[in-house]
């Protein structure tokens, strides 16, 4: 039984090896790009809308208003990153309705992959919008004694955000593979929508968190200088 | 090959047990929170969007101890290391 689809080799020559996580990745965002290349090819303005443009608008406007209730700030700068994170990972979830398909998020070295960007766009979001001493500053924010504590909350969040997505995805899979081998027929179609529910919630999770995270290193400055104008006027 | 079947058995109880404690916590802690959820809407259903969301978000994080509970049973499992060293120490 395979758990991971980092185990099928597709494609091996000397020393490049393609795992089927690749190749189901590199179909993911082929779908997406072209999709929405194709979509968004002729945008019309007026009154009359394409279905399809329709679609998307409805998607990304979805979006903004979730960032924007979640972060309590502009969604224009988070949309692409968060935006981005969501899709990739509800399409990658949602695909497994295609048979012979093994979604890329059951593999821990794809969520790593994405739980690491997340890492990076943190800091790289907080020192863009704040400047790179405020955002140091929020490591040391109650008192000096707290360092040790934000940098290991900062790394053990980053491995919670890649085991989590990981371990829905995978629970589902081996869920399926185990009831197909013991009740066939009926049962695993029970499971597999579930697991489609499963992954879309994932999916919007990893998102949220992902914002809530940014939004809680770029909102510091803003709150330090709400207390700040509390204490002038008081 | 005693030691092997010993590893074999310890890995199988272990990822019983493991599975079997680490999904009691997550359980009640999500009763609880889908609790008081239930509660918050029923007094406030204006809310129940802001509520909802919060909830997924909250339920996702008290599962992922459940989670790694079974991300644990499942290496015990299919991809013991000890098992694969000493396997591997007895083929060669």
Redesign the interface.
């Known amino acids: 039984?395979t758990?991971s689809p980092d185990g099928i080799v597709v494609f091996e020559w000397g020393w490049l090896r393609l795992t089927a996580t690749v190749v189901w990745t590199w179909a993911v965002m082929a779908l997406m790009t072209i999709g929405s290349w194709l979509i968004t090819r002729r945008l019309q303005t007026g009154t009359e809308l394409s279905r399809w443009q329709n679609l998307v608008e409805v998607i990304v406007t979805g979006i903004r208003d979730q960032i924007r209730?979640?972060s309590h700030q502009e969604p224009g700068g988070y949309l692409p990153f968060v935006g981005t994170l969501f899709l990739f990972i509800a399409t990658a979830n949602l695909l497994n309705v295609v048979p012979g398909y093994m979604a890329p998020t059951g593999s821990l070295s794809t969520t790593t992959a994405l739980a690491i960007c997340v890492f990076v766009a943190v800091p790289l979001y907080g020192i863009v919008y704040e400047g790179p001493l405020a955002y140091l500053r929020h490591y040391v924010h109650p008192t000096w004694l707290m360092l040790p504590f934000n940098v290991i909350g900062e790394i053990s969040r980053t491995i919670?955000l890649a085991?989590?997505l990981?371990?829905?995805i995978?629970?589902g899979t081996?869920l399926v593979a185990i009831l197909v081998s013991l009740t066939p027929y009926f049962f695993p179609v029970v499971m597999q929508l579930l697991g489609l529910l499963t992954g879309m919630?994932?999916a919007?999770?990893f998102a949220?968190?992902a914002m809530?995270y940014i939004a809680s290193a770029t909102s510091a400055h803003e709150r330090q200088r709400a207390e700040d104008d509390d204490g002038d006027s008081s | 090959m005693e030691g092997l079947s010993l590893i074999g058995m310890v890995s199988v109880i272990t990822a019983g047990i493991t599975i079997a404690i680490g999904s009691i916590g997550p359980a009640l802690g999500e009763a609880r929170a889908v609790d008081r959820a239930l509660a918050a809407i029923a007094q406030q259903p204006d809310e129940s969007a802001t509520i909802t969301r919060t909830l997924f978000v909250g339920l996702a994080m008290i599962e992922s101890t459940a989670i790694y509970c079974f991300v644990v049973a499942m290496i015990l499992i299919f991809a013991n290391p000890f098992w694969n060293a000493l396997s591997q120490a007895a083929g060669s």
């Open positions: 039984m758990i209730q979640v919670a085991v989590r990981y371990g829905n995978m629970s081996v919630i994932q919007y999770i949220v968190l809530v």
